[in-house]
């Protein structure tokens, strides 16, 4: 089954302890993305990545940090979480250079850092 | 980058149809305009995208205006489990991939 699978679900941690959230697809997709999701804000944009070793910045990309080593996975990186980044956290991929190619949604990361 | 402007909410009837508006004043001659839809407690999921001439899928329309600067969603006859906030964004397949989604229409449906 053509999925996106983010790891975990859940997640609860304190501030500074670096963590890391996975995101994999296996659909052979290029383009590979981050949001982030928090009440009255909607769907913000953190990092998104072209293919292998291409990242760049969304709009909100303070205070994280990806990796493409690889095409299927780009996990994202949070050195030093603080409370503001307590949010619900969805990875997305899709094909590139296809016709209006869609977004495959994870089912999301919710993350509270205390 | 391209943005969207959409009302922050609506409310229709079961099995009547809804229009869900875009607006897209920016749209640049590239831009596929797409439309998500996010149920409660799930991520996003397609519904139907389009570049210039009006599209139908099995779970609905989308009517694009002449000069590309507005959309419009349609559901042809809502059901409770259309209830969802609806996004629409446009996203250019020759350029950057930083996509804009904004707050979406939250559409309420009643029984």
């Known amino acids: 089954e053509a999925q996106v699978t983010q790891n975990p679900r859940y997640l609860i941690t304190v501030t500074g302890k670096k963590l890391t959230v996975t995101c994999s697809q296996n659909m052979n997709h290029e383009y590979m993305s981050w949001y982030r999701q928090d009440p009255g804000l909607g769907l913000r944009q953190i990092y998104y990545?072209?293919?292998?070793?291409?990242?760049d910045k969304g709009d909100v990309p303070e205070g994280y940090k990806v990796s493409r080593k690889e095409k299927r996975n780009f996990p994202l990186i949070l050195e030093s979480p603080s409370p503001n980044q307590t949010s619900l956290y969805f990875c997305?991929?899709?094909?590139?250079?296809?016709?209006?190619?869609?977004?495959?949604f994870g089912n999301g990361t919710r993350l509270t850092v205390t | 980058d391209a943005k969207t402007t959409q009302p922050n909410s609506m409310e229709s009837n079961e099995e009547e149809p809804v229009h869900l508006p875009c607006n897209h004043s920016t749209i640049s001659g590239t831009d596929y305009i797409h439309w998500y839809r996010q149920l409660p407690s799930q991520g996003p999921e397609y519904v139907i995208h389009g570049l210039t001439s009006n599209v139908n899928n099995r779970m609905a329309s989308l009517a694009i205006a002449e000069d590309r600067k507005s959309s419009t969603l349609i559901l042809h006859r809502a059901t409770l489990r259309d209830a969802a906030v609806y996004y629409c964004i446009l996203r250019d397949v020759q350029g950057a991939q930083k996509l804009v989604f904004g707050q979406g229409t939250r559409l309420t449906i009643n029984p």
């Open positions: 997305a991929s899709s094909l590139i250079g296809s016709v209006g190619s869609p977004l495959h």
């Open positions: 990545s072209m293919n292998v070793e291409v990242t």
